[in-house]
């Protein structure tokens, strides 16, 4: 049986980036801030996007990096290529740095994650 359509316009809003910096601003680790910066500039999908993302999935030199995309893969895109956008790059290089090629950035998360208490 086909289903109908679960889209609902009525809930997009468009986030200014007055706004989005004021969020920045009042995350507490550079890790929070990533997190945020990922959803917005990066348009990754959270959590499931972001569980799976390592730090060798990124082409630092080529300014993009791949990340699993669990939504798409049966429709067998099962990743895509995100360009590494001026806004986003200064989070990424602050939090990469900290951690191993092949670490997870998120280790916390997982596609079925809490958002409102993984990072508490």
Not at 4 to 21: E, K, L, M, P
Not at 87 to 105: G, K, M, Q, V
């Amino acid at each position: 049986m086909k289903t109908g359509s679960f889209i609902n316009d009525a809930r997009f809003r468009y986030v200014a980036d007055r706004q989005i910096t004021a969020l920045l601003d009042v995350c507490k680790t550079p890790k929070e801030r990533l997190l945020l910066a990922l959803a917005r500039y990066g348009g990754l999908r959270i959590p499931s996007e972001l569980a799976q993302f390592k730090k060798s999935d990124g082409n630092w030199e080529r300014h993009r990096f791949t990340v699993p995309s669990p939504k798409t893969e049966r429709k067998g895109k099962a990743s895509r290529q995100v360009p590494i956008f001026p806004e986003l790059r200064p989070y990424l290089l602050t939090f990469l740095n900290s951690i191993p090629d092949e670490a997870r950035l998120f280790p916390e998360l997982t596609p079925e994650t809490d958002m409102l208490y993984s990072f508490r």
